[in-house]
C-alpha cells in the first residue's frame, strides 16, 4: 500500500500508558501466516481489544471487545495519533505491527524512543514516528487525561506538534522527513534515481559484457542449448 503524503496532521490522540510494548502485542503471531500486507487494522493489540481469542479465520466483527481497553473506547476509536511511552516496538522485527498500526488509521506515533526496525519500518509504510523527551511526554500524557477529545496538530515542515497550547518540536533527518513529505515508498525512491541507474547498468555491462549472459561467451549458452553432434 503506497503511504498517502504527510504535511499537516490533526488527530484524536490515544494514551497509551505502557513501556516496552512489544511487536507480538501489536500483532500477535498467529495473524502473521498471511501473505496479505494490509487489513490487519482489526487484530491491532488483539489480546488486549478482545475478551475471547481470534485467528485468521475469525469474523473480528463478532468477537467480544474488552470494554477497558482503550481503542474500545470513545474518543479513542477514532484516533489517529498514539502516545506511548520507551521503547515502543520492541521485539521481532515483523512488519506487520507497523501495517496493523497503520491500517486501524495511525498517522503518527509519539514516544520516547522507539526499536530501531520498528522505526524504520513505520518510516517506510507513511508513519511517522516522533521522538520527544520523556519530560515532555509527562506533559502530553497528563494534558490527554484531562481531555474529552484530546486532539493535536503535527506540522511535518515546521517539525513541531501541538496540543493543549503549547508547541513541541522534533527532530528528524532530511531523507526521511522528504519521504514522509511525498509519501514515497522505498520502491518510489529507487525509481527516483532510474536514469542514473540505467546509465551504471549501461556502463557496466559495456566493460564486463559477460555479466549480461554475452552470445558469443560459451560459458553464458543456455543448459537447454546442445551443440550438435
Known sequence: ???APFVVHRGIVAPLD???????AIFPKQYGR??????FGPVLFDNWRYLDPGDLDSDHSLRRENPEFLLNREPYRHATILLARENFGCGSSREHAVWALRDFGFRALVAPGFASIFAG?????????MVLPSGDIDVLFDWARTQARPEATIDLPAQQLAAGGRRYGFDIDARSKQALLEGWDEIERTLLRRDAIGAFESRRLSEFPWLAGHPDIPFFRSTNQHDEP
Open 1 to 3: 500500500m503506497k503511504p
Open 18 to 24: 505502557l513501556a516496552n510494548v512489544d511487536t507480538d
Open 34 to 39: 498471511s501473505i496479505a500486507a494490509s487489513g
Open 121 to 129: 519500518n513505520a518510516l517506510a509504510n507513511g508513519l511517522l514516528a
